[in-house]
């Protein structure tokens, strides 16, 4: 974490990874964030792993320490008047109120905007939906394989075109990119209340992040009328902006867009010379008219040989390239550990292990991460904090308000 929000308290009622990474996000900036769970059943992820639904997760519940890490736990049954009095309690300590919460929850649970804040006038409402607040399904639920993936046109992006069936999402994929634009936006409805006084409510939905995500293709298809067109590998516009498989089975990205600026130097770097001068490859415009046939050399090519002696080949080279690496071997990439992406932390069990650093660093520190809470493991500090005595709480858990 970061001391960039320090003093600043968020109100969480959320479950699941997009609106909870929002507060993860916070959380890395130094804001004091408080997750309030129900005390019987908390965040439903925290049963993710025991489910059977992941495989091969484990000791360490990932699906809740990626989303939560940094936050205190409060065990809370908004339900229940007394459990309802004491949220707002703290929503009079707080700067931000965030919620996943959908509109009739919300407003059923006394926890919507104009209730909140006529126990706190200036707290920051910010809410993360599936669709949006206006329309149709402003009061439907969504979750990002649907509003993101599949609605938003990202699904539809990757697909291959011929019939066969769309990739399917990544776990979470929509949900942390979301949550980083609400964070942000949260960060901007801070600065304004600190100019003006006045709060703001703060809205992200999962289609709204697509299509922002999506821009040039979406924004393009208005423009031309039409979706914009898919290019398989071997038929990529520009030979040298594409990916080519090596001989043992692993692939490089190439990114030359000045082709060619780099044309001589890539041939002379895959002992192909002869390709230099070749009237059929010679400038990007011929490349382009025999992009086929030029694709298919650099992909003879470059299955020649292993990985390992295209790394060499290409070492010091001025264009843009890079491997495709798989997530485990991110975790020992040097570039990552150089800027401390990848943080490591311990679990309440002791289990050491490596979280995903939110991406934005301040003063070139890296973040260091703090492990996601047990469920409710800090009720009592915080209600302490509120002023309870230990007897208080002592009441409170023996009437089930509290975890």
């Not at 059923?108 to 905007?113: A, K, L, N």
Request: proline residues 5%; hydrophobic residues 40%; glycine residues 10%.
């Amino acid at each position: 974490m970061t001391d960039i929000l320090s003093g600043i308290r968020v109100i969480e009622l959320a479950s699941w990874s997009f609106v909870p990474s929002a507060g993860a996000v916070l959380a890395d900036w130094g804001a004091d964030v408080i997750k309030i769970e129900h005390p019987e059943t908390g965040d439903p992820q925290r049963g993710l792993i025991s489910s059977g639904i992941v495989a091969g997760a484990g000791a360490v519940n990932h699906f809740i320490e990626q989303p939560n890490r940094g936050k205190r736990s409060v065990g809370l049954d908004t339900s229940n008047p007394q459990g309802h009095e004491l949220l707002m309690k703290l929503v009079e300590t707080a700067d931000v109120f965030l919620t996943n919460l959908l509109p009739d929850s919300r407003r059923r649970m006394g926890v919507d905007v104009e209730q909140l804040r006529a126990r706190n006038p200036k707290i920051i409402y910010a809410r993360g939906h599936g669709y949006g607040t206006k329309g149709e399904l402003a009061d439907h639920g969504g979750f990002d394989l649907a509003a993101y993936w599949a609605r938003g046109g990202i699904g539809h992006a990757y697909a291959l075109g011929d019939g066969s069936y769309p990739p399917i999402q990544r776990p979470a994929f929509g949900d942390v990119y979301g949550g980083l634009a609400i964070a942000a936006g949260i960060a901007g409805a801070l600065v304004k209340r600190e100019r003006t006084g006045e709060p703001s409510v703060v809205d992200v939905s999962l289609l709204g992040a697509a299509i922002w995500q999506l821009g040039p293709d979406i924004v393009g298809a208005g423009v031309t009328g039409a979706d914009i067109p898919k290019f398989q590998l071997e038929d990529m516009p520009n030979p040298v902006a594409s990916i080519y498989k090596t001989r043992d089975g692993r692939f490089i990205a190439f990114v030359l867009l000045q082709a060619d600026r780099f044309w001589a130097d890539f041939c002379k770097r895959i002992n192909r010379p002869d390709l230099i001068d070749d009237e059929r490859y010679a400038n990007a415009a011929v490349r382009f008219a025999n992009r086929a046939d030029c694709i298919a050399e650099l992909r003879k090519t470059f299955e020649s040989e292993d990985l390992a002696h295209w790394e060499k080949a290409f070492a010091g080279f001025g264009g843009v390239w890079d491997v495709m690496r798989t997530a485990h071997e991110v975790h020992a990439d040097p570039q990552v550990l150089a800027n401390g992406y990848l943080p490591r932390t311990t679990d309440a069990n002791n289990n050491e292990f490596a979280l995903a650093a939110s991406p934005v660093q301040f003063d070139e520190t890296a973040l260091q991460l703090r492990r996601a809470p047990g469920h409710g493991e800090h009720t009592d500090a915080v209600l302490a904090e509120l002023g309870y005595s230990e007897d208080e709480i002592i009441d409170f858990k023996v009437k089930s308000v509290v975890l």
